[in-house]
């Protein structure tokens, strides 16, 4: 990794062994940065409070060897990145305001893009995690995450039964708790859709009878010039003496008929004052005919004046036009049926809800076996663990249980109350010695016994899981002596399988690294590229010197530290 900018970092360059690499350096030196730096490449989140004073940004570059094909490889090419020789390269930018950038094989990638690489790539331990551990859900999900499939398969299915069951559950509440509002909701929907079938209106009816009404209003009118367009285009009996338009049209054409012979021109014009009578003869004939049919009936205007009203009552109540009104006694008519269907849905919901009921207590037990399964191998395998770490005679078991709950689910012929993750209380006791009684960790182990069980946890989930790196920040605090040298033993031996980090404070656990660093300050407070320098020979022997005794140039520490290197050395 390369750091520029960071906390008391100025601009560093951190290389990290294949095997196990111990950080060391004073307090407050800037040894959690490389936490934080690596924190950052994956996806975690940024603060601007992280970024060096007087700096605009804060830089952390990676270089992570992956091989082709595998999962991270798939994902990060998905998101566009290319390989770098049989590399992928991580940046992340935290500027001075808190903006945040994120790099991935050459491509700009959202962040959340570095957070889903990460549980592939590193896992990060701290003493944040001893305290994340010491509560009950997290140790669940511990013994969940150390069962794999055999909890994994039946709490998928759990988890689906679960989401269902709440739903069906909220549905059923609602129908029962609204009963009184659904009950006046359907009795209001029967008074429309019976006042719209007694009107029985047509789609357009309305539109049909305005225009019908209009005509009737004025039918006399109508009916007066209907008459004298006629008497204008054909003739008024009454006064046989008066000139119409279709005499006068008949005139024009015979006085061309007779010369029509002469040129073919005027015999054209006469062919058109023929078809112009022609079409005042029909317009004649259709006006006779409108005024003969109009019908100036008082009592049907009244008929279609109270027709109008009708539907006029409806569209005051129910839709601005016929058309709507027809659209809401459909919609109503539908939503009528779905409200009469209560009883009827409340049955089906209540015969869901007890099978789902059922399903989830079945599943629970699944989930309850499987679990307490894997409880037993997983104690033994970190009480062993606990062997090699100084504490011999420590014994360390779970308690699974269930609290019983009249409205929970049935499980082993109780009722028991149930959750998202199942209906089991998990929790993880330790007994120290023999004869002493096992309590929670959180109340039956002392700060150094803590940090030896957690670290015996994640040796144990190190060989249950595929991540390659393990970084652990500071979690052998509180312990020292013989347990300080078996925890860097211990250390040693995972480093044999996986990538080893851990910033420590205790030189019995350097000196079981294949890779010591030191990070120091310069004159100035910050951390420069020189200041993380890879310690061999005689500076690592001075480091350890330092570490034990706070006196680098001290014979007895001096004898001391070369004494851990060769115990390390013979242990590999």
Known sequence: MRIRSLGVIDDAVVELSPGFTAVTGETGAGKTMVVTSLGLLLGGRADAALVRIGAEKAVVEGRITVSPGDSVVVRAEEAGAELDDGALLISRTVSAEGRSRAHLGGRSVPVGVLAELADELVAVHGQTDQQGLLKLNRQRQALDRYAGDAVAVPLTKYTEAYRRLRAVSAELDEIVTRARERAQEADMLRYGLDEIAGVEPRAGEDVELAEEAERLGHAEALASAATAAHAALAGNPEDPEGIDAATLVAGAQRALEAVRSYDPALAA?????GEIGILLGD???????YAD???ADPLRLSAVEERRAALTALTRKYGEDVAAVLTWAEQSAARLTELDGDDERIGELTAERDALRAELGGLAQALSDARTEAAERFAAAVTAELASLAMPHARVSFA???????DGVEVGGRAVAYGPAGVDEVELLLAP??????RPIAKGASGGELSRVMLAVEVVFAGTDPVPTYLFDEVDAGVGGKAAVEIGRRLARLAKTAQVVVVTHLPQVAAFADRQLLVEKTNDGSVTRSGVKVLEGEDRVRELSRM?????????????????????RADA
């Open 269 to 273: 014009l006469a062919d058109r004052i």
């Open 283 to 289: 317009v004649a004939g259709e006006l006779a005919g």
């Open 293 to 295: 049919d109009l019908d």
């Open 400 to 406: 699974i249980r269930q609290t019983e709950d009249p």
């Open 433 to 438: 010695h023999p004869g002493a009684p096992a």
């Open 548 to 568: 034990l005794a706070g006196q680098e140039d001290s014979e007895t520490a001096r004898a001391h530290a070369e004494e851990l290197l060769a115990t390390a």
